[in-house]
């Protein structure tokens, strides 16, 4: 299997509104759910993040990743995608990150992430997407407003900038549940 990066799925300036949107929303220290769907906290985890629901004024963000992810879907996995959930930011301060991990389990809908770096390069050092698998394209993953796509099942983690702070936004696709 592997993951695949496109550049410039946004531009800096929507990167800026995504990332002030979240902020304005509020940050908490992030969580994981067990399979039943319980949140819990996660010793995995230690970063923040926000979720930022389907609305009319976000609908232009949902109706981008939605079109791109059934390109990138089309040429990859040719997975059933008939969703998404509520797009997520997540903010790493130094020494924050989230350890390997899977976004999915048996009898789940989660199919795709989609994790994009609303984070310019310069605002941070160190740290990023790492996902376990061939990853075409991964020089581009770090660019602002790049986007990378794998499957859910893959194991990923998010490296601890070692200072700045480095924001992404995670797009989970949904389909038919796992088996």
Known sequence: MRAVSV?????????EAVRQDALATGFVKAFARSADGAKYKDKKRTNELTRLPRNPGREW??????????????????????????VLVTRYKPMKRAKWHFDTY??????????VNLSAPESYWRGGLQVRARHENKAIAPLQGSATWFPAYMEHRAKAPW??????????MTGPAWV
Not at 7 to 15: A, I, M, S
Not at 163 to 172: D, K, L, T
């Open 163 to 172: 200072w700045g702070e480095r924001f992404s936004m995670v797009a989970i």
């Open 7 to 15: 550049p410039r799925l946004l531009t800096p300036e929507q990167c």
């Open 61 to 86: 963000l949902y109706e981008l990743v939605l079109r791109k992810t059934e390109e990138v879907n089309q040429d990859n996995w040719r997975f059933a995608v008939s969703g998404i959930e509520d």
């Open 106 to 115: 048996v009898g789940s809908g989660r199919k795709i992430l989609c994790v």
